[in-house]
């Protein structure tokens, strides 16, 4: 496989099979991830997995969370800045139009969007969840190190079969989680993301996010 290929099919798969995913495999896509650019080598991504038992007590766990409190805790970051505008805006709203659209949820039955949306905290059924958390000390160009690291993973998970979906949601509920997780005071949850095998036949996982064309973002200066 190409990077150009597995750019092109990888996606944020939404319904999963009932399928495990083995740990040497997961070890081996994680360590390769890890050769992603990193400013100074620091390296500042820190990874937790979470499956088997562990994952069925999340998951009772965020049953009870999100039917508890569904606008979810007091966030560390902004998934989304405030203010928003176009085109970013415009670009946010469409493709939440157009997965709703996929599964047949109108705009107006906000109770079952409320329930799809909670499904993010059930991983959309995959086995296996991972977070990704950094210690408070990191700024700005570390995070990007994260994306970066986050790219690479998912990149190397297509390449391995697997599909993922990365998940800013888990801040929502970032001291339920810090708890769950144990993680040290000098660390913060950035983000989780939905690991396994994708169910092919799941309409939601044929939705393909449209990309602005170059001359949208582009400039060449010669």
């Known amino acids: 496989m190409t990077v150009a290929e597995a750019l092109h099919r990888r996606r944020s798969v939404r319904a999963f099979l009932d399928r495990p995913v083995d740990r040497p495999l ?6 390769d991830a890890a050769r992603a650019p990193s400013g100074g080598n620091l390296q500042p991504w820190h990874v937790t997995f979470v499956s088997g038992a562990a994952m069925a007590e999340l998951k009772a766990l965020m049953a009870r969370r999100t039917a508890e409190d569904p606008r979810g805790e007091p966030m560390e970051y902004a998934i989304y800045p405030t203010g928003l505008v176009p085109p970013y805006e415009t670009r946010r709203q469409a ?10 949820i109108p705009r107006e039955d906000r109770e079952s969007r409320r329930k799809w949306f909670a499904q993010n905290f059930q991983f ?22 994260l994306g970066m690291f986050l790219q690479s993973f998912m990149l190397r998970a297509v390449e391995a079969g697997l599909a993922t979906c990365p998940q800013e949601c888990w801040a929502m509920y970032s001291a339920t989680m810090r708890r769950f ?10 983000c989780g993301m939905a690991i396994g095998y994708p169910d092919d036949s799941a309409a939601v996982n044929g939705l393909v996010s449209p990309r602005a064309e170059l001359s949208e973002y582009a400039r060449f200066m010669n």
């Open 124 to 145: 959309f059924g995959a086995p296996v969840g991972m977070f990704c958390h950094v210690d408070r000390m990191m700024g700005p160009p570390q995070w990007s190190d």
């Open 95 to 104: 493709i939440g139009e157009a997965m709703y659209a996929r599964i047949g």
């Open 181 to 190: 997780l144990a993680l040290p005071d000098n660390q913060m949850l950035f």
């Open 26 to 31: 997961l070890e081996q896509v994680l360590a």
